[in-house]
């Protein structure tokens, strides 16, 4: 099988037997590695985040074979654009819980003196 790697591996069979090491001379570059690396929980891992590309038909295989630096670009710019968007979306769900939290606190009630005038710095610890 041929593949692009992005990161270095170590895929192991489900004995925990080493299948295949992907080293820092082949990133970048078409590889050819052992199908069986697919029963590794790590191998779905790094072609769902972009890490590894692999071709899913011959036409994919096709594209790689004549033009890798096409492939490796496209998939590049997937893997960036899928970082930015959790990052935006981890970014929106903060402000919504701020925003929530700050919906659902009471207002706190001002502390007044004897003659019912509301104190400045109300609610803080006076010390004189």
């Known amino acids: ?8 591996a170590e895929f192991h069979d489900k004995s925990g037997n080493v299948i295949h090491r992907i080293h ?12 069986a690396i697919v029963q590794d929980p790590l191998y779905a891992l790094m072609v769902e985040e972009g890490s590894l590309k692999a071709p899913e038909s011959k036409l994919d295989l096709k594209a790689l074979e004549n ?24 970014e929106k ?27 400045a710095g109300a609610g803080q610890n006076d010390t004189k």
């Open 93 to 119: 769900t903060e402000k919504t819980e701020k925003t929530e939290k700050s919906v659902m606190e009471p207002a706190k009630p001002e502390r007044t003196t004897a003659t019912g005038e509301a104190k």
């Open 24 to 35: 820092a001379h082949e990133l970048r570059n078409i590889t050819e590695v052992p199908d």
């Open 1 to 8: 099988m041929l593949v692009v790697p992005f990161a270095c």
């Open 67 to 90: 033009d890798p630096d096409a492939v490796i670009a496209k998939a590049e710019k997937r893997a960036k654009t899928a970082k930015t968007a959790k990052a935006a979306k981890a």
